[in-house]
């Protein structure tokens, strides 16, 4: 604790981030810049994610990250154990328990309450970004609404496919106005983003980017009205914990091309199995 | 130099800040809900809350309008020792600080431009009390309606149809805070008071 200032950033820092935070509260869906810092892990790994958690985090929160659902893996418990280091806060693996979750491509099932924050990792903050690699382009097409050739891009989806292929950072616009990229979660997760009780708060740390969504604020996931937004799922229940209404990874389990589905979840999955729901390759005679 | 210029800030300014940064936070996300905000004890006339606010978003990089009384010799020496913000007018302040009659008219203040509505100035309004709900808010960060106390209505109105562009408040008062971003719509007019119950709804 003490070979750190709390939270490991200064305090001039802090406040040009945490500026930057209620000016992205105030205009949600917009992509405030901020002067990302160079942070003690590489960019990819979260460092926009870490630097807002870094910003609004107190001593008596309690911090939950997850990373593709799961608290376990290196991502994971190594920002955990940064922010157990550096600000001394308590961390948690269960989604009731945090009061601020850092999360990398995933919202956790279990729904969020208003004493919550949710905090993104996010990569590439500008959903026009592959259809217009000019940032002084994509900022004048934000500028004038000018969304047509997100449309453009959702329609040749369908031409070639058939369907919306997009599965992962489908675009979404926010109370009619900005689109936004809700950063590379699942298109499962979009319907939650909308009407959520806890403040979202993304942080793309090599693009220099902030945006927020503050609670209850209407976000549509863009569609057609021939071909509605729908929120897809692998059709299995989990093999572990046998939910259905939860998003699963599909795992390769052997040489023989064996698979199986799980939760991305971890918390949510390891709670329902403590609850004595099992799944069928976990002794269970079958999935519900 | 005086004592009250040296006294007053953050006793431990990582802490406290943090904290402060929470309740303006929420007050921000959550329109019409009121925040306890403490650790800061600025020179007359700032209260507490305007001298926390201060001192948790202020520094070098932000230039500060001080608008009637609050622009004393005591408030600027404090400021300026505390954050080292600049000081300047209403047209090209990032904070701007006053009671709502110092600070009208809002046609000076930045709004942002539209490429970049963020570089808009945020407006620290002292309030004699935020306990009289007199408007009805809709909008992000509001479940269905959401009612705060607001010195006048059609200045807020105009503010928030210029969406993306406009100004955001800070409501201070005493140790409270509240706030108004531009996503707010702000519906009606309504003398009547009522209860902070369904002004937090």
């Given amino acids: 604790m003490i070979e750190y200032n709390f939270a490991y950033l200064d305090e001039q820092t802090k406040r040009m981030i945490r500026r930057a ?20 892990m590489p960019y990819g790994w979260g460092t926009g994610g870490v630097q807002v958690s870094a910003a609004v985090l107190t001593p008596d929160d309690t911090f939950k990250v997850i990373d593709q659902g799961a608290d376990d893996t290196t991502n994971a418990v190594s920002i955990r154990t940064f922010f157990e280091r550096t600000a001394g806060v308590q961390t948690t693996t269960a989604t009731q328990e945090a009061t601020v979750i850092q999360t990398r491509h995933r919202i956790p099932e279990e729904p969020l309450n208003d004493g919550q924050i949710l905090v993104y990792q996010v990569p590439i903050p500008e959903p026009l970004r592959f259809l217009e690699p000019r940032e002084s382009e994509t900022r004048k097409m934000h500028s004038l609404e000018e969304y047509g050739l997100m449309h453009v891009k959702l329609y040749e989806d369908i031409s070639r496919h058939g369907h919306i292929a997009t599965s992962y950072a489908y675009p979404v616009k ?33 693009e220099q ?18 071909h509605p937004f729908e929120a897809s799922k692998a059709d299995h229940g989990c093999g572990m ?10 795992l390769i389990i052997d040489d023989t091309g064996g698979r199986m589905f799980v939760c991305s979840d971890t918390d949510y999955c390891e709670a329902r199995q403590a609850a004595g729901h099992i799944g069928k390759d976990n002794g269970g005679k079958d999935a519900a | 130099m005086q004592a009250e210029t040296l006294s007053g800030g953050f006793a431990d300014p990582s802490l406290h800040s943090a904290h402060a940064f929470r309740s303006v936070m929420e007050a921000m996300a959550r329109p019409g ?29 932000t230039p500060v309008y001080l608008a009637g009384d609050a622009d004393t010799d005591a408030v600027r020496a404090w400021l300026a020792f505390h954050t080292g913000a600049p000081m300047t007018g209403p047209s090209h302040c990032t904070f701007a600080l006053g009671t709502w009659d110092a600070l009208t008219p809002l046609e000076t203040y930045p709004i942002g431009t539209a490429e970049y509505p963020d570089r808009s100035a945020t407006l620290i309004v002292e309030c004699p009390t935020l306990d009289a709900p007199s408007a009805t808010l809709k909008g992000p960060g509001i479940k269905e309606s959401a009612m ?3 010195p006048e209505h059609d200045a807020f109105v105009k503010n928030s149809a210029l969406f993306p562009l406009g100004l955001d408040f800070i409501f201070t008062s005493g140790s409270r805070v509240a706030a108004l971003p531009r996503s707010t719509e702000v519906l009606c007019a309504d003398s009547k008071p009522l209860s902070r119950e369904e002004g937090s709804a």
Avoid: W
Wanted: glycine share 8%; aromatic share 8%; hydrophobic share 40%.
């Fill in chain 1, 241 to 250: 914990c046998a939910a259905t209404d939860s998003y699963l990874d599909e």
């Fill in chain 1, 174 to 206: 926010v109370e009619g106005r900005y689109v936004m990229d809700p950063s590379p979660i699942p298109k499962f997760d979009n319907p939650k983003l909308g009407d959520m009780a806890a403040i979202q708060l993304f942080g793309a740390g090599r």
């Fill in chain 2, 33 to 61: 809900t009121l925040q306890d905000i403490s650790g800061a004890a600025p020179p007359a006339p700032l209260s507490p809350a305007a001298g926390a606010v201060l001192l948790t978003l202020c520094d070098t990089e």
């Fill in chain 1, 21 to 40: 935070i209620l000016k992205g509260l105030a205009i949600p869906g917009y992509q405030v810049p901020f002067a990302s810092r160079e942070m003690p």
């Fill in chain 2, 148 to 150: 705060l106390s607001l």
């Fill in chain 1, 209 to 226: 980017r902030i945006y927020a969504l503050p609670p209850y604020t209407q976000v549509t996931s863009l569609d057609f009205e021939d």
